[in-house]
Every structure is written in C-alpha cells, then in structure tokens.
C-alpha cells in the first residue's frame, strides 16, 4: 500500500473536515444557516462566544470560519473552573469548579452581530451547557429564562432596558508610581452643550455601532460626571434586555479601545467624581404584549405595579449583592447621590430605590414603568434581571403593600420618620449585601446550590482582596474589568 506523503495527508484531512462541515451545516436550523452564509458574504474570520461570569466580566473565546458550523452545534470546550474565578482572575474553591470538568460554550445564533468596532469579527452570546447539551448548573443566562418561563406560566412578560453610564477618558500611568488612573475626556457640565461637542466623534461611532448591531437609540447626553456620557436603548423582553446590555457594554469599550481611547462602566472609576448606575427599567405585560399590566388605565400605577414594588422593597438588601455586586459599587450606592440608598419608593424620586416614572402624555400604556436605581454594570445583567424578576413576582404572589411613597429624599428624613416609613438604608459593604443575600431564602433557592455557592465564594473572595488594598487599587481593577 502506497504511503501519502504529508502534503497529501493533510489535504485529505481538509478534506474530511469540510465534508463533514457541510453535513453539519445542513443540520442546523435557518437561522443558523444564514449566520454561515453571512459569515463567507462579509468575510468574518472569527467569531467570539460571549458570556456574564459570576465576577461580572464577559469573557469568551473564539471559533474560526471554518469550523463555524460544527462549533454552532457542539460549542467551545470550556472549564468548569472559569465560572469560580474572581474579577481578579483568582480561582475560588468552589466543589464541581476545579480544573477537573468541561462544559460547552454554545452560542445562541439568534444573537448573532458583526463587530462594527472590530473588523472581521462577529459575535453570538452564548449558554453554558453540560457535556450532554444539557443546561448547567451554573449558566446564568438560563437563570433568567427560567425566570422568563415561571413568569410566563403566571402569565405575564416582562419588558425591560437598562440604561448604563459610563466615564470617557485616556488610562494613563500613575506619576507617582501607583496603578494606572482614567483620566476624563472633558470636564463639562451636567448637560452642558460643551459636553456633546466634546464627545462628539466618539459618540458618533458609538451610535453607529449600536444601530449597526440592533440596539436601537433612545436618548444621549452627557451626564454629572467628568467625562461621564449616557446613552439608552429602547427596552426589549427580558432575555433580549439582558442581551443587550452584554453587547453594550462591549461596544462601548470596543469603540474606545479602536479610537485608542478608554472608556469603562465601573461604578465609580473616579472617587470624587459622580458614579455610573445601569438603572432598570421594569414593565409587565400580558402574553401578547398588547396591555401593559403596571398601567391602571388612569395614568397611574396598577394593583399589581404595586404589588411588584413590594416584591423589590422586601428582597432589596439582598437584591443588591446581584444588582450592585462589587466593592466598588458601594461607593456610589451612597444617600444623596441618586443612587436609591433606602429602602423605598416614590413617584419620579430620584433618590428613592424605586422610582415610578412619569408616564408620557398620548403614550400612557406603553410608558408606564418602574425604574429600579441600586443597579450597575458591574453585574451580570442575567443575574440581576432574573433575581429582580423572582422578587417581583413574590411580591404579586404574595400580594405586598409597598407602604406609603416617599416624596423627599430620604437622607433629608430623620431617623424616626424613616422608621416610621419602612425606609431602610440598603447594605453599606458588598459584605453586608452578601450577608442578606445569604439570609434571602427566596433568591438562594432560586440561584441553586452550585449558582449560589460559586457567586457568593467569588463575591466574598473580592470583598477581602479589597480591603487588603487601598481605594487606587480598587478603581483601577475595577476600571479594566468594566
């Protein structure tokens, strides 16, 4: 028997490999197919599988064209151990999490996006599957859509949009020696005309980019902070919400790191600067989506808006250890800060937690919604959406009187009147907030052993890695995470 000579071996090989490529590919589903198809059309090399960790950071890896189909099918091999480490890449002992253990990064082909700010690469956000296609343990995008199917089997559909800050700036190397500071782009005023002109072409191509990837505009300007920008997209069902605000928060560091420019999401990069909240906007729905269900037909909020509200209010200590999840993030969470630091709500109180929105006069329905204000984008959006969502719904289920609504900011209260009130101030620490989210039998039953055993390891693990650092070091890690 003749003997193939390398060359040869490695053109049959080619050859195996793209017969059973396309057999994979004639497998997939349409919408799969057409990924395939725009892929070769636009020339896109690589295409990133992108997930939330339980530290905050999107991470990922990549698949080739080539191999494309079959890694839409099977996945990317993955350790199990990524989903213990820290923002700080530190692996956490976490039992099922060690270097023993694969899961599979699969893509959900229905998000697929090119990369406006990154040319020849596209990417999909992904679950994290078991090595039988299964959904694992730990994935936190199927903790939400499970709390999308339990809201559905109650009959309702949440809308939701995030609406994230972010500071503008250049990293530059500390002149004394310490970490890397941002340093802003401007020092406009909150609003301020001077503020667009600033901003202008970098805004430009970050619209340009979001409006190239789906995400519609809602408004832009530029907000309290030194360099601080706010733009927000139209709200979306919850799975897409959540989605949405992973692609954000990569464009607006893809489309700064490309003009060498830094931008970052981090709570508070700047201490003496206004921090950046990712506020959460909240509606309910019918199935159809044809009435929204916190409208009470009168201009005002409905039974079960309230409902909701006493949900939040009831699980907000804990809530918080998801939504404001990072050492950082307390900094911001400060009273008189319109960060919502107690425990209350009032209608357009930008200080309270929860805010019940003004809705807009000839679109009253569709506007009615709820704005949750202790939240950042330092979580992970399928997290904090999903334990908003298990909250919100005990509160229906259980039918909770919110109490009276605050109209003042409450730090201007005193003590007795807050009590009086049950305004509470949230946790200080993201200590404090993991102690109530350990306490909060509601959402560690909704998290799952193995879900909540690994955050609350990771998160724990951060909050004593801080304190045994000075407030550059923590800004500045918080900076290149976010």
Known sequence: MATLSPTALTCYADRMRDRHSSAVAQQLDPVARRILERV???????????YADHGGVIRGKAAGRTRL????????????????????????????????????????????????????????IADLRDLDGGPWAACPRTFLKDAIALFASEGY??????EPEFTLGRRLPDPMGGPDRLVPLDDSL????????QAHDYTMQFVRALEAQGLPIEHYYPELGAGQQELSIRPSTALKAADNQVIYRETVRGVAFRMSMWAT????????QAGNGAHLHVSLWDPDLEHN????????LSALGRHFIGGVLDHLPALVALTCPSVNSYRRLQPSSWAGAYTCYGMDNREAAVRICSPMAG???ESTNLEIKPSDSSANPYLSL?????????????????????EVDPATLSDKQRARLGCARLPASLDEALDALEADELLMNALGPLRSTAYLAVKRSEAADFAAHDVAYETFQHLRAF
Request: hydrophobic residues 45%; negative net charge.
């Open 265 to 272: 999401l981090a709570p508070k990069p700047i201490v003496n």
């Open 293 to 300: 269900l916190f409208a009470d037909g009168r201009g005002g």
């Open 386 to 406: 999903g334990a908003v969502m298990h909250a919100g719904l005990d509160g229906i289920r259980r039918e909770l009187d919110p109490g009276r609504a605050v």
């Open 363 to 365: 679109n009253v329905e």
């Open 190 to 197: 909150c609003y301020a005309t001077a503020g667009f002109d």
């Open 40 to 50: 070769e059309v636009d020339g896109i090399e690589l295409v990133r599988f992108i």
């Open 157 to 162: 559909t949440l809308v939701a949009a995030f």
């Open 69 to 124: 189909a079959e890694r839409i099918s099977t996945g990317i091999g993955h350790t199990v151990a990524m989903m213990a480490m820290s923002m700080l890449d530190r692996l956490q002992p976490v039992d099922g999490m060690g270097p023993v253990g694969e899961i599979r990064i699969v893509p959900d082909p229905g998000t697929f996006v090119p990369l406006p700010y990154a040319p020849g690469a596209a990417a999909m």
